[in-house]
């Protein structure tokens, strides 16, 4: 009896170690999120200086260029991690839809604000909304509690940017970034360096 | 107090770690098992042969950029035989507590 409850024991413990290894292998590294984080918040504090330094009709200009770079970034990684990767998982199917469907209704917004059926100082307070709102499901997905605290934080931001003016939404928008991607992005990044 | 069977084939070392492995992804390479297992490729390719004999994985062959590259994945058959292993070993561990 005793000699099987310790082989029990080790296979449990083998089952335990070997899910675990496999978890450190395949969680996110944080690239992904420094690339879209930082190119957002380019955008982002570009827009702003061109609202307070030299106004201009132009000044959402800044985020097509950043984000365009952004996606031939993460592309490059992409194509990169794909040679390496070696397994799928759920997360990362998940993961991929949550934040492609954040794309789309990024650009519904986009459309819905050129075409004047949305104010930009509309707009921008829906955009912080949805940045904590992916954040905060990643984050538990994840289970990482940066990225979950990031996502609660934005919500307040986003309301607060309700209330403020075009110009102090700008700010609020890059302010909601570091604090929802670029911290997280590099705990994150941090994290996998350190267990790998 | 009854103790259930332990599944002779989940039983080996092995073959435990290639389906603790699978149950945790969608699929994986035959690279990665290696990897994550550090047993050597023709014991991983007898290992998961025996498995996909049972049922309780599902292997697939194909070739990408002209290398041959073998996948695996957990049938339901696989989930159901690891879930009822995992509460036969913790039925052990309870009779010993």
């Known amino acids: 009896m005793e000699k099987m409850k310790h082989e029990a024991q080790a296979q449990f413990d083998l089952i335990t170690t070997v899910i675990h290894e496999s978890r450190k292998s395949i969680v996110d590294h944080g690239k992904y999120w420094l690339t879209w984080g930082l190119a957002s918040l380019f955008a982002a504090f570009g827009q702003s200086i061109m609202l307070y330094t030299f106004p201009t009709r132009y000044h959402w200009i800044t985020w097509p260029i950043f984000l365009t770079l952004a996606g031939i970034v993460s592309f490059i990684i992409g194509i990169r991690d794909d040679e390496k990767s070696r397994v799928k998982t759920y997360y990362l199917r998940f993961i991929t839809y949550l934040w492609s469907s954040f794309g789309f209704v990024f650009l519904l917004l986009l459309t819905l604000t050129f075409t004047q059926k949305l104010a930009f100082n509309q707009t921008y307070p829906l955009f912080i909304l949805f940045y904590g709102l992916a954040t905060y499901i990643s984050g538990g997905m994840l289970r990482f509690r940066p990225l979950i605290i990031g996502g609660v934080i934005t919500w307040f931001i986003a309301i607060a940017a309700f209330y403020t003016d075009f110009k102090v939404q700008v700010l609020l928008l890059g302010l909601s970034l570091i604090i929802s991607y670029i911290i997280p992005g590099y705990l994150l990044y941090k994290k996998y360096n350190r267990e790998v | ?97």
């Open chain 2, 1 to 97: 107090m009854k103790f259930s069977k332990l599944d002779p084939l989940l039983h080996s070392e092995l073959r435990l770690a290639i389906m603790s492995l699978l149950i945790s992804v969608e699929e994986a390479n035959f690279n990665y098992l290696l990897d994550q297992t550090g047993a050597t490729r023709g014991n991983v390719s007898v290992q998961l042969q025996k498995l996909k004999q049972a049922g309780y994985i599902e292997i697939q062959k194909e070739f990408r950029n002209n290398y041959p590259l073998t996948t695996a994945r957990i049938t339901k058959e696989g989930q159901d035989a690891f879930e009822l292993y995992v509460k036969s070993l913790q039925s052990y561990l309870k009779a010993g507590a």
